[in-house]
Nanobody
Framework: QVQLVESGGGSVQAGGSLRLSCAASGSTFSISTMGWYRQAPGKSRELVARIFPDGRTNFADSVKGRFTISRDNARNTVYLEMNRLKLEDTAIYYC?????????WGQGTQVTVSS
C-alpha cells in the first residue's frame, strides 16, 4: 500500500507561482510513474503532468511552458512547479502513483488563482 500526501496548495494571484509536493510512502517510488491531476468544479479530473521512472515527462497542452514536474527518488517526493498561473488553473490537484496495474491517489490539495 502506498500513501501519497500532497502539500503546497493555496491561494495566489494570476501570474503568480506555487510549488506542490507529494510525498510517497513505501519502497516502490523510484519505479513508479508519478503524476499530477486536477479537478475543477463541475469538470472531470484531468492529467496535468506526469513523470516516468526514467525521467521522461508528459504535460497537458494547457500547462506546457508554465508547469514543470520533477522527482526526487531519494526523498520519495514528486514536485509540480506552477508558474504564470491563470484563473483556469483553479482546481483540486491530486497526486497519483502508478506501478503496473495498481495506482494510488492522494487526498488532494486546493489551488485557487484569483484576479
Amino acid at each position: 500500500q502506498v500513501q501519497l500526501v500532497e502539500s503546497g496548495g493555496g491561494s495566489v494571484q494570476a501570474g503568480g507561482s506555487l510549488r506542490l509536493s507529494c510525498a510517497a510512502s513505501g519502497s516502490t517510488f523510484s519505479i513508479s510513474t508519478m503524476g499530477w491531476y486536477r479537478q475543477a468544479p463541475g469538470k472531470s479530473r484531468e492529467l496535468v503532468a506526469r513523470i516516468f521512472p526514467d525521467g521522461r515527462t508528459n504535460f497537458a497542452d494547457s500547462v506546457k511552458g508554465r508547469f514543470t514536474i520533477s522527482r526526487d527518488n531519494a526523498r520519495n517526493t514528486v514536485y509540480l512547479e506552477m508558474n504564470r498561473l491563470k484563473l483556469e488553473d483553479t482546481a483540486i490537484y491530486y497526486c497519483n502513483s502508478v506501478l503496473g496495474l495498481t495506482d494510488y491517489w492522494g487526498q488532494g490539495t486546493q489551488v485557487t488563482v484569483s484576479s
